[in-house]
């Protein structure tokens, strides 16, 4: 039975809305070519209620499970409540997937169906479409499904809204959100909607957020940040929600959504501070920021450039934020608060206070959590009412996520300091030793590394070498530029340096013998990066351990491994 009030649980917060807003604008969606959509409330509930209508009509057994492949869109938010209204379990799906995943979490999650919709690499998923299995497409599906299966817009036409208030229990099944992996097949993590309300409740003590927030939503509603943050955040203050379209027009959607609360993740807030540096050089943006009155003008135009110059609350997760990089923004007027969690507990575990200057850790716990560190490993474990009801159909790998007495074991590693403040310091099972037989923590250095515009991703690795090496990818641009030979010099010299400085501030045995540029992107299709863009270093070592020993005994600073 629940333990959370009915009245902060996800149905009776849309009927709330519904009832007491219902000319509110809730969602604001581009639909191509600078044209928006707004959808108020009422709309919102009006189509929830009669997709709801025709998914009941379905005869599926209460709690089925219905799937969502789709980038994010309004129609992603209202398929997930008209899930739930209809009984059902939502599965939401990675817009990213490669058809044999899309295949495996359809088939092992036993879904009934699947809403297509807005996606870039629709053909490429499709193959993993189990054949006959009936799916549904949104008004910004690819043309190809909108001609194959059933449209939103037609069925909400010929189907009635579901009359009364039909509510889930807090205890039930909500959704199986699947992890992104970086070990093998995605486990699907079981949430409920009591789950989601104490999250909401601990997250809006911590970081108050309310209806006249605004937010835009780009990163993926699979993930479990936004679908917390964005989703559940939205139907709990009843803020207004603008999605982005895609990534060529992701400047101008956050100029138009202004947010007041904005999560990034630590790779593009490098990328804004990168766009900041391009238009002026670091040193004169410095000087500029130092002059009173002069600083406050420029802080300004920098944040109304970023389209963040409304922005009361900002955010950092899913890999660790540079200290340098957060004092850059903290000059800049712009605190960013770093959080950390897992999919496994709704990611409310830690998040740094506002106001207090806790920068290079994630902060204390949030209230109602408990934390503590394993004295023989240095793992970071905790517990919370927001922890998953275990892996679906996994009782096994639900049993080793847990440790006896019920706490959920992270798998990182990390200190809590006096003030009860918790500083990350890596994963347990990424600890290499080198052939010193000494160890390594690779997650510190790589964050050096990717400090440097050209790196858009990274790998420590070195187990049994005599020092570990660096295996870097370039961003796109960095590397189609690198085919001439002129550019690639300038741009070996700018790594040699950057090399050399980091490695001035590491031990003498975790010193980087060399760095290896590797000459194929790393993609999800090719499986060397989960869709939340954490690389696989079991697919890393796979791939390259072979030339480990010719790298390292080859005397070059910088390796340029082509094709």
Not at 132 to 144: I, K, R, V
Not at 243 to 269: G, H, K, N, Y
Not at 323 to 337: E, F, H, P, R, T
Not at 460 to 475: C, D, K, S, Y
């Amino acid at each position: 039975m629940s333990t959370m009030a009915p009245e902060m649980l996800a149905l009776q917060r849309l009927y709330h809305w519904e009832k007491t807003s219902p000319n509110r604008i809730a969602f604001t969606q581009p639909m191509g070519d600078g044209v928006v959509q707004d959808t108020t409330w009422g709309e919102v509930a009006d189509q929830v209620r009669r997709m709801a209508t025709y998914l009941k009509a379905q005869g599926w057994e209460p709690g089925s499970k219905v799937a969502i492949l789709s980038k994010n869109c309004s129609w992603w938010i209202m398929s997930d409540l008209a899930i739930w209204m209809a009984g059902y379990v939502s599965v939401p799906l990675y817009p990213t997937l490669a058809a044999e995943t899309v295949r495996q979490i359809l088939t092992h999650s036993e879904a009934k169906a699947c809403f297509i919709g807005k996606l870039d690499g629709w053909e490429q998923m499709k193959p993993g479409v189990p054949a006959g299995m009936p799916c549904l497409s949104y008004p910004l599906s690819p043309a190809d499904a909108i001609k194959s299966y059933p449209g939103w817009e037609k069925i909400c036409k010929d189907n009635p809204p579901l009359t009364g208030n039909p509510v889930r229990d807090g205890g039930e099944l909500a959704t199986l959100i699947y992890t992104s992996g970086t070990t093998g097949m995605p486990k699907g993590v079981m949430h409920s909607f009591d789950n989601f309300a104490w999250a909401l409740d601990a997250g809006v003590r911590r970081l108050p957020m309310g209806a006249e927030d605004r937010m835009l939503s780009y990163l993926p509603l699979a993930h479990v940040v936004e679908r917390v943050l964005v989703e559940h955040g939205w139907l709990r203050t009843g803020m207004r929600v603008y999605f982005a379209d895609s990534l060529e027009t992701f400047a101008a959607d956050l100029q138009r959504a202004r947010p007041t609360i904005f999560f990034s993740v630590p790779r593009l807030w490098v990328k804004f501070q990168q766009g900041v540096h391009h238009k002026m050089p670091p040193a004169k943006l410095n000087r500029l920021l130092s002059i009173p009155i002069l600083g406050g003008i420029v802080r300004r135009k920098v944040q109304k450039a970023l389209g963040l110059d409304q922005c009361r609350i900002a955010a950092g997760g899913a890999a660790p934020m540079p200290v340098a990089l957060l004092q850059w923004y903290s000059k800049l007027g712009l605190d960013i608060n770093e959080g950390y969690g897992m999919t496994e507990n709704l990611a409310v575990s830690h998040i740094t206070e506002p106001g207090k200057n806790q920068q290079g850790s994630v902060g204390p716990a949030y209230d109602g959590v408990d934390d503590r560190i394993d004295p023989e490993t240095g793992e970071i474990q905790m517990r919370s009412p927001a922890l998953m009801l275990g892996y679906f159909k996994e009782p096994e790998k639900t049993r080793e996520a847990m440790t006896e007495d019920g706490w959920l074991r992270t798998g990182d590693k990390g200190r809590i300091d006096d003030k009860g403040v918790l500083h990350i310091t890596g994963r347990v099972k990424d600890l290499f030793k080198t052939g010193k037989g000494k160890y390594v923590a690779p997650a510190p250095i790589e964050d050096k590394l990717v400090m440097h515009e050209a790196i858009e991703a990274c790998v420590v690795t070195g187990a049994n070498m005599g020092q570990p090496l660096g295996i870097v990818m370039l961003g796109a641009d960095h590397l189609a530029r690198a085919a001439d030979a002129g550019a690639r010099a300038e741009l070996e010299q700018s790594l040699t340096q950057h090399l050399k400085a980091i490695n001035a501030t590491l031990d003498p045995h975790e010193r980087l013998q060399c760095l290896v540029v590797a000459g194929t992107p790393w993609t999800v299709e090719n499986d060397i990066i989960t869709p939340t863009f954490k690389v696989k270093r079991n697919r890393i070592e796979e791939l390259y351990a072979r030339s480990y020993e010719g790298w390292e005994s080859s005397g070059k600073k910088v390796i340029w491994q082509d094709g």
